[in-house]
């Protein structure tokens, strides 16, 4: 299984921002199949990115 990464800068990207209701950063928004899945909004721990991954990765 994959995973990618991507940082977006939303001063540069403001369409992206708006089409992800992205009003606050940091905001990790984690996608499936081209699918929001998952939003965590705020500085998170290690642990809690791994949950995020684990969770998105292994859904069906």
Known sequence: KEVFLAKVEIDENTDIALDYEVSVVPVL??????????????LQ??????KLVNKVVDEK
Not at 45 to 50: E, P, V
């Open 45 to 50: 721990g290690f642990d809690k990115l791994r």
């Open 29 to 42: 928004i984690a996608f499936k199949n081209w699918k929001v899945q998952e939003r965590l909004v705020g």
